[in-house]
């Protein structure tokens, strides 16, 4: 079947928008242990919305369409349930008339996005619990909030496919084992609950803002997710200076997204950008933030990042960044968070501010570190700044290397230039 374009890409934003929020509020009438068939009832009602609407036209409400798809999805299948296992009559019967009364009330309620919002948070907060591996709610979190398929948590972790499916049986396996609900955290469990929430959304931040894979750089859909969840949390009583220098961080980043394509598709980099195309509305939202998140409380990695993000921000122009500032930020950052993509990234301002060579000093170091390998942006970096040293074989030998690696089109585009130059 041939799905209309504008059919296909409502669909595909209703569903980014609408699933995971679809899912929360099912597993709450469903219960935590029936995760897998809220997932499946909203998978449904999207399949149903690709069989009809193409042919019978898009629903004046189609967001009420599909809740009330979703809704008699669950009905139906916990009735062949009841059909098949007579025993568990009881137990189901009062969850199905209060799906029937939801799938008639729930579109239809005035205070709907305050209660769909409250759903999502203790959907999220569920799928961080502490008893969940945190490798596993991160991916839990992933699909059953930010609507993510197996195949592009894969990508965001950088894992295989198969390592994902695993991780998601064990989480739900954890929450029916351990009888886990959708209370909300307190006291001495907020903290660690709140660290893992904070965590899946910038992972889906950043696969939108870099994606990996594919024709695009930017997946807008994503980093808006993304901030909407960051800002659905800032703007509840769980807010903390840590996810408010999140959002800061987010809303900076996603600021310069139109500025990091040009009218080709080809990638931008940051000193070359064309600051007036930058989201100025996105700037004031993150600087907003960035003021809440310093009112108190110890500094943490978003603090860090998104004061990198904001002096990018304050610079009037690629030239008048402050080298020096964003050199010492990544000091910092890295005495938080010793990793090597950090360092990676810390190697670019030690070469604005000492040099090229004292960049490719930095670099050396993390040439054979594990979690690199594939990392486009090591030979890449290491390439360009081999240009600068006018080493042009082997720069030349480097984006070649680069090329081998995982990247998007855009990504890709922009190094065949580089090799060409070299």
Known sequence: MS????????????????AGRMVSH????????????AEETVQEAMLRALQTWPYQGVPERAEAWLFRVAHNAAIDALRRRRFSAPSEDESQEDTIAALARAADTIPDRPDLEEHLRDEELRMIFMCCHPEIPRDAAVALSLKAVGGFGVNEIARAFLAEEATIAQRLV????????????????????????????????????NEGYTAHEGDALIRHDLCGEALRLGRLMADSS???????????LMAFQAARSPARIDSL????????????????????LGFQHFERSIAGGAPSVYHAQAAIAATYARAASGADIDWHMI???????????????????????????????????????????????????????RGH??????????????FRAALECRCSEP???????????A
Request: aromatic letters at 4%; one cysteine or more.
């Open 327 to 381: 050199l010492s930020l990544y000091d910092d950052l890295l005495a938080m968070n010793p990793s090597p993509v950090v360092a990676l990234n810390r190697a670019v301002a030690v070469a604005k501010v000492q040099g090229p060579e004292a960049g490719l000093a930095a670099i050396e170091k993390l040439r054979s570190h594990p979690r690199l390998r594939g990392y486009y942006l090591l030979p890449a970096l």
């Open 411 to 421: 990504e890709r585009r922009f190094l065949r230039r580089r090799l060409e130059s």
């Open 26 to 37: 099912l597993t709450r009438l469903l219960g935590p242990a029936n995760l897998d068939l």
């Open 170 to 205: 064990r989480a739900k396996r954890q929450i029916r084992d351990r009888g886990l609900t959708l209370d909300m955290p307190a006291g001495r469990d907020l903290p660690p609950r709140l660290d893992a929430v904070l965590e899946v959304i910038y992972l889906i931040f």
């Open 265 to 284: 598709g080809d990638l931008v980099v940051l000193e070359d950008q064309d600051r007036s195309r930058w989201n100025q509305d996105l700037i004031a």
């Open 385 to 398: 700044l081999l240009l600068e040293l006018d080493r042009r074989g082997e720069a030349a030998g480097c």
């Open 238 to 248: 769980l807010a903390a200076p840590r996810v408010h220098a999140l959002v800061a």
């Open 3 to 18: 799905i209309p374009a504008d059919t296909g890409v409502l669909l595909e934003h209703l569903f980014r928008r609408q």
